[in-house]
């Protein structure tokens, strides 16, 4: 983590010692737009474009009858933790056709989340390989979805694959205090990471 130090922006509180870059990424309407707004503690900055009937054929999205917009670009989101770690919070696209902003958006970053919908899991893989690719640790968040089936958590990191290390958190994104576990997961789990054996 990247220390601020003395060269914190002034818009930051003082006490903040690391600024952190993560990435949300998953699948077409999987929630990732909908987690960065629900914990940013400034105004997000969103880059949604209309869902058209042109692009139907493209855009399959079962269910989701409330979803017009879809992310073209990024989401950009801040929260800060215990005043003195913040995330700087990069949502990704999830269209195919907008797939190569993703690795522009890994650049930099400490670590990433992963939005997996239950009913389409393997949609999720394409972004673990990615995020893998990169070197990057990343934490599972199953968006709990009401038509989505539940699996015990066994069955879940078989499906996807996970090794055991690989944190793996329930969540409900359009709710605050549940879109923050992936994050503090996340923070968690590069901590461990950095300092395998703390000291007692
Ligand atoms: N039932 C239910 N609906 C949800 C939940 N989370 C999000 N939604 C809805 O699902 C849709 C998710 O949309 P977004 O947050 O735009 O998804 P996204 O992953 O950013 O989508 P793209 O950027 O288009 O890939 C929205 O219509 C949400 O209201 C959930 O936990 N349960
Ligand atoms: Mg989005």
């Known amino acids: 983590m990247g220390s601020n130090g003395s060269e914190a922006p002034h818009y930051l509180a003082p006490q903040v010692e690391e600024t952190v870059k993560i990435v949300v990424l998953g699948p077409f309407g999987v929630g990732k737009t909908t987690l960065v707004r629900a914990v940013s503690e400034i105004k997000p900055i969103s880059t949604e474009e209309r869902l058209t009937q042109a692009g139907e054929a493209v855009d399959t999205l079962p269910d989701l009858m409330d979803k017009t917009t879809t992310t073209v670009a990024l989401d950009f989101g801040r929260l800060t933790l215990s005043g003195n770690i913040v995330l700087y919070l990069f949502g990704g696209p999830g269209q195919n056709r907008f797939r190569f902003m993703i690795d522009e958006l890994l650049r930099g970053a400490l670590g990433a989340v992963i939005l997996v919908d239950t009913a389409r899991t393997a949609e999720s893989w394409p972004y673990m390989d990615r ?35 690989t944190p793996l958190v329930q969540c409900d994104v359009r709710r605050m205090d549940s879109a923050k576990e992936p994050l503090l997961a996340l923070v968690r789990y590069l901590m461990s990471r950095l300092d395998p054996e703390p000291a007692s």
């Open 131 to 165: 995020v893998e690719e990169a070197g990057l640790p990343y934490v599972i968040a199953v968006n709990d979805f009401d038509r989505s089936p539940s699996y015990p958590e066994a069955e879940l990191r078989q499906k996807l694959d996970l090794l055991p290390s």
